[in-house]
């Protein structure tokens, strides 16, 4: 049986946890990715909703909730670059991978994992 992701639950819990996954950045400018991302969609682009589509189809769901970790990791650093003039070097900001806040993406993408 194929699992569903529920989308919406999803990209709300990533605005609202999203940047305190993100390693590398300092406090002020976590501020204003979550001020940004919770008020606008700034930080979506296409294939970020398929990647937990295909995890759901695979039942890879961590593997896809982590590829679209990384997928919104790169839209937050290419918006922070082209609005804002922000420039970071790309390999020091990571994704957390191992903090508990992917627990609650992974509920919110697919709700009675």
Not at 25 to 36: G, K, N, P, Q, S
Not at 51 to 78: C, D, M
Not at 92 to 100: Q, R
Request: hydrophobic share 40%.
């Amino acid at each position: 049986m194929t699992k569903s992701c529920d989308w919406s639950s999803f990209y709300d819990t990533l605005c609202h946890h999203g940047p305190n996954l993100l390693l590398g950045i300092d406090d002020d400018l976590r501020e204003m990715i979550m001020v940004a991302g919770s008020s606008t969609d700034m930080f979506w682009s296409e294939g970020l909703q398929e990647l937990l589509k295909e995890g759901a189809a695979e039942g890879a769901l961590i593997t896809r909730v982590l590829s679209a970790l990384e997928r919104w990791r790169e839209n937050v650093l290419e918006t922070l670059e082209m609005d804002f003039g922000i420039e970071l070097d790309w390999q020091s900001v990571s994704i957390d991978a191992e903090n508990p806040l992917i627990d609650e993406l992974i509920k919110a993408a697919f709700p009675g994992e």
